[in-house]
């Protein structure tokens, strides 16, 4: 893909704010910052006609919704973005091709120099492809399943309840009582904006009584298993030199 080297070598503030499905966030997002960049140079180069007016329209649209994506990615459940994670992947693809189609509308509109970069995003474009964490996906798949339990069997739900929550936990990375706080914070927040009797309410709603049921002693778990993995690794790196003390001494 091609970027600027000042671009490649900067760190965009909200590189690290991103929860889940954070590659193909950055991955959108570099083009999307390389649109803002030229946008007032084929904005100032005015693209008279209707097709250039409604596809300079396009890309601010689309600047726009993916800039709200990397907020949704940002400040939503860790366990909701790996739920919709084909939704998120779904808008990535159809952003990218946006972009493309508008861009390509405009590419013969403009001066020639300019026309070379937008030919050069538009290539970077066409060989993008976005693909799923497989951690995030692997979360994503317990979940859905977990769901699909729940609509048939709540008691058979209930059994695999806590491996499911813990297994998502681990790959979404929610393994201190912090990232937890955060979690459950999140999934408020988003039931802030809710109507009552959505699907998505009665699912965010099962996340919290899962994190608040299962949630501490999880995370007490892994960190306790953490704690005894450190020390297992201090002890065998002791007990290594140890031997090679015996080694070297004289016989």
Known sequence: MW???AEVSETPLYYHAIKVHHQMCMELFQFVT???VLLPEIEAARPGCSSGREALCRLNIEIDKANKLRQHCSESSKLYLALTGDSVLSRCEKSRNLL???LFQVQNMVPILLAAEISQLIAGLRGAIFRLDPSEEEAGKV???LLHCYASSTDSAEEHAFEAIQVAMCKLHITSLESLLIEKRSIKKLLGRVGEGETKRRILLLFLKLLNKHGKSIVTEQ???DSLQQEDSRLRYRLDDA???VLRSPS
Do not use: G, L, P, Y
């Open 3 to 5: 970027m600027d080297a």
């Open 34 to 36: 390389r649109v803002s």
């Open 100 to 102: 493309e189609q508008s």
């Open 143 to 145: 979940i859905k399943e």
């Open 223 to 225: 960190t306790e298993n």
């Open 243 to 245: 031997e090679v003390d």
